[in-house]
């Protein structure tokens, strides 16, 4: 199950997908932790301290070697160099498994150690003030979006994705390739705002959204109140401000199951609503979206950054589901 954590800048995203991922961990399911966000901050949020996380291989300095790797024999894809993010996998691609190991983890991917079990986590790299600018931005989470692309994930297995909310995620086709996204929501009017433009977005693509409150007090009932008048029925649930949380900050993270008990019960539902998508899977629209967005990217910038005609990139035979197998 593909999993997003999106939000305002300091809503709670990092907080949330770590203490999902540590959930995870906890009962033994098999997850994958990526920090694609542009403030890196997932790898301290799960324990590492400085100079682990500043030791983690960045996604987005092996694109060459995730784009080879994924390439594999499809004939479509004549190179490395002509596949952009959005380049979706055909016949002879190589896929991507969350419980294997394969090229791309040995290389990207890094075992963080959680109460009661483990975590992949991959990263994609710091972000400088030139990358802000423009392409090699996008490249950067472009990995991500590549990967997902190549990723065939079942029901009992996870990869959590701490994301930005801004509009970069709509340029590309990143914010369709979730089973279920988490908009995390401080009661307050700009991160409702945020709600707003984001659903707006994701309702021609059949997106799955839900709202998690944070920060929430439970004192008196405005803030719910305010959330549920705000977000209606797409309110899943909320989480309180926790000591749990705050001694994590200061680096000193109490045993997970000392986590407050109507906190963990919120991670419990965010795992129900996660695995109650499973059911609502459609990978011929999921494949048909990258496509489209493949397609808008060639267009726009693709095609003439790589003097080729990416649209020829498309096996119009192909769906991604479960049962393909990779060529290897
Ligand atoms: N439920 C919570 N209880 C206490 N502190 C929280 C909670 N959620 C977030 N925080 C704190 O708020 C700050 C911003 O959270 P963070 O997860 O880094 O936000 P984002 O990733 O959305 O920018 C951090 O200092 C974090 O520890
Ligand atoms: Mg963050």
Redesign the pocket.
Known sequence: MKIAFVGK??S????L?SLFVRHLAATAQPVVAV?A?I????GP?LGLDEAEAAALPALGEHLPLIKDYLRGSNPRIASADTMIKTTPPGTGSRLLRVRENNPVYDTCARSVELDGGAARLMVTGPFTDADLGVSCYHSKTGAVELCLNHLVDGRDEFVVV?M?AGSDSFASGMFTRFDITFLVVEPTRRGVSVYRQYKEYARDFGVVLKVVGNKVRGDDSSDLDFLRAEVGDDLLVTVGYSDWVRAMEKGRPPRFELLEDVNRRALRMLEIAADATYALRDWERYTQQMVHFHLKNARSWGNERTGADLAAQVDPEFVLDESVTAAV
Do not use: E, I, R, W
């Open positions: 800048g300091g709670g995203k990092t907080t997908s920090d966000d403030n890196q901050h997932l949020a701490d930005t």
